[in-house]
C-alpha cells in the first residue's frame, strides 16, 4: 500500500489500492465473527482481536452511541427499452396521484442507455429517465402497472448493496446489510460499524456497566459521494437529516459532565454528535440537516473514540476516520490490516479508535 506524504492538511492523499480480493464480497459467516484492529491514540498501541471481544475492549464507564437509522430497499434492476440493463439506485423519491412518484436516481449500465429518454422496466414498475441533474444522477417518473409506487417498490426493490460488492443482492442480505436494532426508516446505505453487533454483544456491554445511546442519522449519497476535488476543503458534503432526540441528549449531557468516555459507533453516530454542537453550540435534542464534512484538523468537541469499518479511498468517512487517528495511524493500521488477512469495506472486519 503506499500512500504519499502530504505537504499540508489540504494536500493529503487519501487515493491508495485496496486489492479487489480482499473487498469482502459477503459477511462474515455469523454475525459478530468479524476480526478487529483496535488502536489506542494515546501510546500508539495496536492490537488484534475479535468483534465478540469488544465489551471486555471499551473503556469502563463508557457510552457508546449507535445510528438506529433503517436501510429502505431501493435498488432497481431493470431491463432498459434499449436492451441491457440498468442498475438504479433511488436517492429520494415523492409519490404523487394516479399510481406515479417522482424520483432522483443514480443510474448504471450501457453508455447507450444513460440518456434521457430510455425506458426501463422492473416487475410492477415502469419509467423512463429524465432530465440529468448537475451532480448526475437523473430525474425519473416511475409509475406502477397497478396499485400505489409504493407496493410495486415493495415487491421489486433490493437492498443498496454498494457497487464494489460485485454481485446481485440475495434474501441474505434483507437480514445482514442491516443492523439489528435498525428502527427509522431512511437511509440507502447502511451505517456499516453497527452491522457486527449482536443482541447478546450489547446485552453483555450494558451488564459491564456501560450504556449504549441511539440517535439517527439517515444515510445519503453525502457519506459515499467520493472526493474528487484536488484540495479537500474543496470538497462539499451534501446534507443528510439527523436527529438527536431529548432523553439522548440528556444522558450524553451527563455521561460528559461525568468524565465518561463517548465511544460513536460509525462515522455517522460521529457526525451527528459534532455536528449537533455546531448547529447548537452545544449536546442538545436536535432535528435537521447537517453537511458537516470533518477533516483532519477538526477539534472534537463530544467524541473520544470510534468503532468504524474499513472506508474506500478518497472518501469521507475515511477523512473522518483521519481526522479523529491521525494520518500516520491511519497507514500504520491500513497497512497492517493488509499485512494480516483483514477483509474491506462494508462486509468487512472492523476497527476500534481508542
Wanted: hydrophobic share 40%.
Amino acid at each position: 500500500m503506499a500512500i504519499p506524504e502530504p505537504s499540508t492538511i489540504d494536500d493529503i492523499d487519501l487515493g491508495f489500492e485496496i486489492p479487489k480480493e480482499r473487498i469482502a464480497q459477503r459477511p462474515a459467516g455469523r454475525r459478530g465473527s468479524s476480526r478487529l484492529l483496535v488502536y489506542r491514540r494515546s501510546d500508539g498501541l495496536l492490537r488484534h482481536a475479535r468483534f465478540g471481544d469488544l465489551p471486555d475492549l471499551l473503556p469502563p464507564g463508557a457510552v457508546l452511541v449507535l445510528n438506529d437509522t433503517k436501510v429502505v430497499p431501493c435498488r432497481l434492476i431493470a431491463a432498459a427499452s434499449g436492451g441491457g440493463e440498468l442498475d438504479l439506485l433511488i436517492l429520494r423519491r415523492a409519490e404523487s396521484p394516479g399510481g406515479e412518484a417522482a424520483a432522483e436516481v443514480l443510474a448504471r449500465g450501457p453508455k447507450r442507455s444513460l440518456r434521457t429518454g430510455t425506458g426501463f422496466t422492473c416487475g410492477p414498475l415502469r419509467g423512463t429517465l429524465g432530465r440529468r441533474t448537475p451532480a448526475g444522477s437523473f430525474l425519473v417518473t416511475l409509475r406502477a402497472r397497478e396499485g400505489s409506487v409504493a407496493d410495486a417498490l415493495a415487491a421489486a426493490a433490493l437492498m443498496p448493496l454498494p457497487p464494489y460488492i460485485r454481485r446481485r443482492p440475495d434474501r441474505g442480505d434483507a437480514l445482514r446489510y442491516q443492523t439489528v436494532y435498525a428502527a427509522r426508516d431512511g437511509s440507502i446505505a447502511a451505517p456499516t460499524a453497527g452491522l457486527h453487533f449482536t443482541a447478546g454483544v450489547l446485552a453483555r456491554i450494558r451488564r459491564s456497566g456501560m450504556e449504549t445511546v441511539f440517535v439517527t442519522l439517515h444515510v445519503g449519497e453525502g457519506t459515499f459521494r467520493p472526493i474528487r476535488t484536488r484540495r479537500l476543503k474543496d470538497h462539499r458534503m451534501l446534507e443528510e437529516v439527523f436527529s438527536i432526540g431529548p432523553a439522548a441528549a440528556a444522558r450524553l449531557s451527563e455521561a460528559r459532565a461525568a468524565g465518561r468516555p463517548v465511544i460513536a459507533v460509525g462515522t455517522t453516530c460521529v457526525r451527528t454528535l459534532e455536528g449537533v454542537v455546531r448547529e447548537t453550540g452545544d449536546l442538545r435534542a436536535w432535528t435537521g440537516p447537517t453537511s458537516l464534512f470533518i477533516t483532519p484538523g477538526h477539534a472534537f468537541r463530544i467524541v473520544d473514540g470510534m468503532l468504524t469499518n474499513f472506508h474506500t479511498p478518497r472518501s469521507t468517512p475515511l477523512c473522518l476516520v483521519a481526522a479523529l487517528a491521525g494520518m500516520d495511524a491511519i497507514r500504520r493500521i491500513y497497512r497492517d490490516a493488509l499485512e494480516t488477512g483483514y477483509r474491506f469495506y462494508s462486509y468487512g472486519d472492523a476497527m476500534l479508535i481508542l
